[in-house]
């Protein structure tokens, strides 16, 4: 049918070749820019690393998509209203057409933990860690996981990855402190 519409044809080609290279600049200049983000995160002071932290998570919301983003906006409101069926639903939907998004498996794996599908959510979680090893709230989530199977030292040391990366996370800093003492020891 292309044949026919010689124009057509090359408005098609250039067309492809257009996303074929802005999708990878994209994708890299999105890299840079948690890059750039993380190490400022890593030096902040706390009254600053709330901003920063809300830039990341804005940041890896962003799946390049806007369909993509709907099912993400859509999983994640459900999860907020409590309908959790629905919420795993739209984020299943997400992760079959965009299983590179890493925001999708981190989403889903919540979801799972809330439903107590604690197998689907380590899996979701490592597929999420494969493709973003950076994300805090993942790692976060994963220790809650080892928590939950009484693994406090696993636990640890997955909060300590958190902490490392994003230094005021709250969360993070509670959940150390809490099993510090049966990690660590108590002071004599």
């Known amino acids: 049918m292309l044949a026919n519409f010689p124009k057509l044809k090359a408005i098609v080609a250039a067309t492809a070749a257009a996303v074929t ?22 030096l902040a ?26 099912l993400l906006r859509r999983g994640t409101d459900a999860m907020e209203r409590g309908d959790l069926q629905q919420a795993a639903e ?22 799972y933990f809330a439903m107590g599908l604690y197998g689907p959510s380590v899996a979701d979680l490592e597929r999420a860690l494969a493709l973003n090893p950076r994300d805090y709230n993942a790692i976060y989530a994963l220790g809650a996981l080892f ?7 696993r636990a640890y040391q997955a909060y300590l990855r958190a902490k490392a990366i994003h230094p ?21």
């Open 21 to 42: 290279f802005f999708l990878p600049g994209q994708a890299m200049a999105q890299g840079l820019s948690a890059d750039v983000l993380l190490q400022d995160l890593a």
């Open 45 to 70: 002071e706390a009254t600053e690393a709330a901003a920063i932290d809300r830039e990341l998570q804005a940041l890896w919301a962003r799946s390049g998509s806007p369909s993509m983003d709907l």
């Open 90 to 111: 739209h984020l299943t939907a997400l992760t079959d057409h965009a299983p590179e998004f890493a925001r999708g498996w981190y989403e889903r794996a919540r979801v």
């Open 147 to 153: 928590e939950q199977f009484r693994e406090p030292e």
């Open 168 to 188: 005021h996370h709250e969360e993070v800093s509670s959940a150390l402190e809490r099993l510090k003492p049966s990690v660590e020891g108590r002071e004599l």
